[in-house]
Structures are given as structure tokens and as C-alpha cells.
């Protein structure tokens, strides 16, 4: 972005649906689902026309996003399905950077063809053979914790790379390559927030600088499997037959990209976010350790409370209305899910975190229809034991410090947890 020109993030600020655009407003989540509350009651389809941004509909209720993310032929996905200022997309195509092609981007047969090609790898068959390789990574981390001498920022120390090292092995990816994934993620991820810009001069050039270093190391990847297959999901990609055709090399780098970064930060931030909310519930900790059964009810509250996927867009087919709004053919609607997840038309006491509340399987982090979440297998598998093992086997856990949010719009949640704690 050139310097003369508006920031429209900086904009975004002000402006009334700041709570949706504005990266900044994600550091502070608990004003957030006190502000988003309200918009969900008093206007749950809310327009917002933002300097900078093409006007959008925000979706607040548990009801709208379920039944627009289900109806997937009348809403679309389009190479713009995650916001960004318009000025992003401007650039991207004047440095002839590919418009987003991977799964998420994509509809119809284009979508279910391409998602075809790795479907297998992620079915919860397949995923619960991975299971002990699963245990023996949480293993290593759990040991780390050890390590550390009873404090460590569990955020930054374990779970990044804990989540990381899970999806990088079904890749084959090498465990060198790891803390330069982890970079370009969170450049795509979350260039709005400061720690994460580098020496980037804005978050636009920051996201484009990531794609373009993804963009040359997926190349090597292809190269190397082409010549020499393995058992892993890059050889899949590059052997891909979308449609019984050989997958193009624009779809192929955008898939590469998407499970190489849809992985781990969600899965990490939905870990941190995860403990903190049992450290400051101790006695639903000590429920957790002593009684297995709780597991699984626990792993989907705790998805439901972080939310760490906080949007993402669809485009109308056709004119619709939604309670009396109408929304014109190719207009837009942001399907908010932290807010969506905290709807007291859904969840009896949304507010509040309870690892045995009945209802949390209706949770829409992993979204719902034909983008569900490929990987919903893995996160919640990687949640599962890890919080598992620390609610048993430690014996005392608390902060040491406050836990810090990442900026983003995109995929945020704790960034920083700060804790002090002794193993039995
Ligand atoms: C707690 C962790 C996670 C959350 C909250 C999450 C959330 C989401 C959401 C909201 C979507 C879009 C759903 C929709 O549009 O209806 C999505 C799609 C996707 N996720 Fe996840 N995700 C998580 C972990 C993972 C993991 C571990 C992987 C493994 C690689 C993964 C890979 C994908 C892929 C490839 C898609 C695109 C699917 C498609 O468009 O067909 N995600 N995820």
C-alpha cells in the first residue's frame, strides 16, 4: 500500500461494524461477545458499507449462518470468501499474484472434485489409525512442559508447535521447515497484528510477500514428490485428479497453502484458548482429569467457546432476503461464527463455559454444508488429548500474567498464555 493512501483497516476502526473488520477488535474477546450480543439481538442481519470494503451483511444468529452455509447452491464461496480490504485483492492481481483458488475459494463440482482428492485422508477412520502417532507427539510436549521447570507460555511454547508438528507429518513436511511454516502462516494468517508483521511495512505486502515464499517452497515440494513419491498428502496433491484430469498448478499451490495453514493456528488457538478456560475453572479441570467420559462433551465446548475461525463470506446467487433485509444477487453476507456460537436462541447460557452443557455439539466453528471443515477429525482428536493428558496429570495450574489475543478478523484467539504449574 502506498503511504499517501488511507489505511482502511485503521478506518475500520471507527467505523459502527468495527467489531467485524477491525483486526484490533479481537484483543479484547470479552467485550467483543458483549458488543456482538446486542448487534445479534437488536440487528442480526447488519449492513455494513465501510470505507475501503465492499458492502456486506453481517449474519450474527445461530439460524442464518446454519441455513446460508447449508445452501450452497444459492450462496457461493468465490475466490473472495475471507474479508479483506479491496485495496488487497487490487494489489494481488496488479503484481499478477493467482486469485485464491484453494478449497475455500472454490464451489460447485470444481469444489467437491478438488476436495475429493485428500477426502480420504481426513474420514474419521483414517484419522483414528493416526491416533498413536498423535499421542506420541502430545507425548513430546508434555514432556517439553516438563522441561520448562513449572512455567512457560503455553500458547507460543506448546501448543503452536504441538498443532504444527501433527499436520506437518501427515504432509511430509520436514520438521526443519516447521518454524518457517509457522511464519508464513501467521503472515497470512495474521498480518494485522504487529508481532506477527516482521519487518513488512503493511499487512497487505505481508500477506503477499507470504504467498510468494509459499508460493516458490511448494514449488520445490512438487518437484521433490514428482520425482520421488511418499506416503503423505503433498504426493496426493501433485498426483491429484480433480475430475479425472491432473490437477493445475494454480489449484495445486492453493491447496498446498490451505492444509499447510488451516491446520495449526486454528487448532492452537483453540488449545490455549481451551486451557485458559479450564484454568479459570478449576473445578471443571479436576472434573475433566477425573473422569474420561467428559472428554469428548469437553473437546466441543471448548472449540465452541474460542471459535478461532471468525468469518467467512458468501455471495448470493440470486435476490434473497433474510428477516426483512434483502440482499441483491452478488451481494455479500459474513457468516460471524464466535457469534453464532454464543446464541442464547441455541446455547442455555452461552456465556458461560461448562464442559458438560448438553448442547455443545451445535457448535458451528467447523462450519456446516459442503465446505465443512476438512480437518474437524484432527482438531478435535489434537484437543482431546492433549487437554486430556495436562487435566490429569497435573496437579496445580494458574496464570502467571494475562493471556494476549491475536489481531486478526481472520483466525485469531489466545496468542500468549503465561502459566505456572507443577505435574503429580
Ligand atoms: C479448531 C480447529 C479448526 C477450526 C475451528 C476450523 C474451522 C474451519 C471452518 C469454519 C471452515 C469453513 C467451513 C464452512 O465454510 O462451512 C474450515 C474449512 C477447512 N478446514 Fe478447518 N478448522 C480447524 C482445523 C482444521 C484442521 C486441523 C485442518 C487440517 C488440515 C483443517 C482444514 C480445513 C480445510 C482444508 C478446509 C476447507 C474445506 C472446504 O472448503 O471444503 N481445519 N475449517
Known amino acids: 500500500m502506498q503511504s499517501d493512501q488511507v489505511d482502511p483497516l485503521v ?37 455494513i458499507d465501510a470505507p475501503g470494503f465492499q458492502k456486506m451483511h453481517v449474519l450474527t444468529r445461530h439460524e442464518d449462518v446454519f441455513a446460508v452455509s447449508r445452501d450452497n447452491a444459492r450462496w457461493h464461496n468465490t475466490p473472495m470468501s475471507v474479508l479483506g480490504p479491496d485495496v488487497q485483492y487490487e494489489q494481488m492481481l496488479e503484481q499478477g499474484l493467482p486469485m485464491p483458488k484453494s478449497l475455500v475459494h472454490l464451489d460447485g463440482a470444481d469444489h467437491r472434485d478438488h476436495r475429493a482428492v485428500t477426502n480420504d485422508w ?3 477412520a483414517a484419522v483414528g489409525r493416526r491416533q498413536p502417532r498423535i499421542d506420541e507427539i502430545a507425548e513430546e510436549y508434555v514432556e517439553k512442559m516438563r522441561s520448562l521447570g513449572g512455567r512457560c507460555d503455553f500458547a507460543a511454547d506448546i501448543a503452536q508447535p504441538f498443532t504444527l508438528r501433527v499436520i506437518m507429518d501427515i504432509y ?38 507470504s504467498v510468494m515464499r509459499f508460493i516458490v517452497y511448494f514449488n520445490e515440494i512438487t518437484e521433490d514428490r514428482r520425482a520421488c513419491p511418499a506416503d503423505d498428502i503433498a504426493t496426493v496433491i501433485v498426483n491429484g485428479m480433480p475430475g479425472g484430469c491432473p490437477i493445475d498448478d494454480e489449484h495445486r499451490l492453493w ?3 490451505i492444509i499447510a495453514t488451516a491446520g495449526h493456528d486454528t487448532t492452537s488457538f483453540a488449545l490455549s484458548g481451551g486451557l485458559e478456560a479450564l484454568v479459570r475453572n478449576p473445578d471443571q479441570m479436576r472434573a475433566l482429569g477425573e473422569n474420561p467420559d467428559l472428554l469428548q462433551g469437553a473437546t466441543d465446548e471448548v472449540i465452541r467457546w474460542t471459535s478461532p475461525v471468525r468469518h467467512f463470506m458468501r455471495y448470493a446467487q440470486d435476490d434473497v432476503e433474510i428477516r426483512g433485509t434483502k440482499i441483491p444477487a452478488g451481494g455479500r453476507v459474513l457468516l460471524s ?6 446464541d442464547d436462541a441455541v446455547f442455555v447460557e452461552p456465556n458461560t463455559f461448562d464442559i458438560t452443557r448438553p448442547d455443545s455439539d451445535r457448535l458451528l ?16 482428536r489434537e ?3 492433549l487437554l486430556g493428558r495436562l487435566s490429569r496429570e497435573l496437579e496445580h495450574i494458574e496464570l502467571d500474567g494475562e493471556p494476549e489475543n491475536a489481531q486478526s478478523h481472520f483466525v485469531s484467539g489466545v496468542k500468549h498464555l503465561p502459566i505456572r504449574y507443577s505435574f503429580r
Request: glycine share 8%; charged share 25%; aromatic share 14%.
Open 11 to 47: 478506518e475500520a476502526e471507527k467505523h459502527p461494524g468495527s467489531w467485524f473488520i477491525s483486526p484490533k477488535r479481537w484483543a479484547d474477546m470479552e467485550r467483543w461477545h458483549q458488543a456482538v450480543a446486542e448487534i445479534r439481538r437488536d440487528t442480526p442481519v447488519m449492513e
Open 122 to 124: 481426513f474420514k474419521p
Open 172 to 209: 511430509g513436511v520436514p520438521e526443519s521447515d516447521e518454524a518457517m511454516m509457522l511464519e508464513l502462516t501467521q503472515g497470512i494468517f495474521g498480518a494485522a497484528d504487529p508481532e506477527y508483521l516482521g519487518d513488512a511495512s503493511d499487512p497487505f505486502t505481508k500477506v503477499m510477500e
Open 255 to 257: 491447496y498446498f497453502i
Open 337 to 342: 461464527y464466535p457469534s453464532a456460537n454464543r
Open 365 to 380: 466453528s467447523f462450519g456446516v454444508g459442503a465446505h465443512f471443515c476438512l480437518g474437524s477429525q484432527f482438531a478435535r
Open 383 to 385: 484437543v482431546r488429548t
